[in-house]
């Protein structure tokens, strides 16, 4: 059985059962059995399924984010947008789904015809993670399905009642049983999934997890997809409005409690503007309301992970041990709740400005120029996401295309877009979701020569 708790209050919330390797074994032969069949379904059919969820999501929102507010400790105004957020990404798959995955013909001259068809990968593996379960489980689940393939499902032991919601909508939305098959339980049924022939395995999660599964499966030509951490950096310029980039800033480093891959982790600040943004930052994050996550006003919810309470205490601990000034926070609070915390005078001898936070806490550097900015930016394993804040679109242009991330932002931070494909470099990760190549990454392209005899 897996004990589920409720990180704000400590308190137990069900047991559900677990799965173990046999019962994954053989979740993994049902799905093998049944996915030609799937494969074969016309694709308005499989469309119809998930519009027919989409729509059992939208009946369901309140108590969809009450449970994944009641699991993961996150404020339940970001679970309803979490949810909402989740039918945009609905909707642009049904738009592209058929069109990204039409065969092609490239040539058809003097009786060759060649086509490009994409078939599905066959039986794909996701293990998912728990700080935006919805959007994480989403954006493997529906394009693998859209396309043909089996899904073997693995939420995060921190947001299993979420990830079974997810199965049983899609299932009453019509998709068969052992098509789409949940498996319950922590890293030991990670791995167990990982050690099925499976024809993909997508994973969203940390650095370290991912390193061991892609060691595990390196031998095996399996289709692997990481989707990791990071430690995201944003420059703002000389030229910016302080009061405005700060505000943008920490809305980007604490929303969702810190506690997304995309959040602001490390923020660089031309000497010129250094007082200004970092008077206004500390004024934001002021007004930030920490507590009870099922409270509509609270902006600062639970840590989900209690484990990572430690990281953050060694963080903040480090730093001011460096020679950090905490401007504000630095502590815990009742509820498995770390204060917002914002420090200065910090470098990168810090951990805080090296490893991922995961939490509402923040370094913010003074630099010199933007060739200093440029250097800090990159100086990281990491590769997922930088942004500069400027009002010259060039200079910004300019700065971003010499920094090493999978997504930049101008402007804006915290952000992902159905269209544009989400993906990471470095020690961030490998391959893809979203975008019209994050429905294709579910597909082979197999190659037809056609000659008329
Ligand atoms: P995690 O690595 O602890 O767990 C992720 C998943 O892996 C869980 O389902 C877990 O049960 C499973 N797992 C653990 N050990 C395993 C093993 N040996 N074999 C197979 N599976 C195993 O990560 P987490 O705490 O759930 O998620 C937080 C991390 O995810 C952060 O680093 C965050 O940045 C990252 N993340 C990245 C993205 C992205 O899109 N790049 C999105 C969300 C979260």
């Known amino acids: 059985m897996l004990t589920i708790y409720n990180p704000a209050t400590g308190t137990h919330i069900t047991q559900v059962p677990a799965d173990d390797a046999a019962s994954v074994a053989a979740k993994f032969q049902a799905a093998r059995a049944a996915q030609p069949a799937w494969a074969a379904t016309p694709m308005p059919q499989r469309l119809a399924c998930v519009a027919r969820f989409r729509a059992a999501v939208v009946a369901e929102l309140e108590a969809l984010a009450a449970t994944m507010t009641a699991e993961t400790g996150k404020p339940i105004s970001m679970s309803r947008n979490e949810l909402n957020g989740l039918l945009g990404r609905i909707d642009f798959f049904l738009a592209e789904a058929a069109a990204s995955t039409a065969t092609q013909t490239v040539l058809a001259e003097g009786g060759m015809t060649e086509q490009i068809q994409h078939i599905p990968l066959g039986v794909v593996a996701n293990i998912s993670a728990w700080n935006y379960p ?94 990791l951490g990071g430690k995201d950096p944003t420059y703002v310029c000389d030229d910016a409005n302080p009061a405005t980039a700060a505000a943008s800033l920490a809305d980007g480093a604490m929303y969702n409690t810190g506690q997304s891959c995309c959040s ?16 206004a930052f500390v004024d934001t994050v002021h007004g930030f309301k920490v507590g009870d996550p099922m409270d509509d006003s609270t902006y600062i919810g639970a840590i989900t992970r209690a484990a990572q309470l430690e990281v953050l205490d060694a963080q903040v601990a480090d730093a001011v041990a460096k020679g950090a000034q905490l401007l504000t926070g630095g502590t815990r609070l009742p509820g498995n709740t770390f204060a917002p915390t914002v420090l200065v005078d910090v470098d990168h001898s810090m951990d805080l400005m090296r490893e991922e936070s995961f939490g509402p806490v923040i370094g913010i550097q003074k630099v010199a120029s933007d060739a200093e900015a440029v250097a800090l930016m990159n100086d990281t394993r990491y590769g997922l996401t930088a942004g500069v804040f400027t009002p010259d679109e060039a200079r910004a242009r300019a700065l971003l295309a010499q920094v090493n991330a999978g997504s930049v932002y101008w402007n804006c931070c915290d952000r992902v877009s159905p269209r544009l494909p989400w993906s990471g470099h470095g020690d961030s990760g490998v391959g893809l979701t979203l975008s019209t190549y994050g429905i294709q990454t579910f597909t082979r392209p197999k190659a037809w020569h056609l000659r008329q005899a």
């Open 264 to 279: 602001v982790e490390r923020i660089y600040v031309h000497e010129k503007v250094f007082d200004a943004f970092v008077a």
């Open 134 to 227: 919805w959007f994480v489980g989403c954006n493997v689940i529906l394009p693998a399905l859209l396309t043909g393939n089996a899904v073997l499902y693995k939420p995060s032991e921190f947001a299993t009642l979420t990830g079974m919601a997810i199965v049983r909508l899609l299932h009453a939305a019509g998709v068969p049983a052992d098509v789409l098959a949940l498996c319950v339980g922590g890293g030991e049924v990670g791995a167990a999934l990982q050690a099925q022939r499976i024809d993909g395995l997508f994973f969203t999660g940390s650095y370290a997890t991912g390193a061991k599964i892609a060691q595990a499966l390196g031998p095996r030509m399996v289709k692997l997809q990481l989707e």
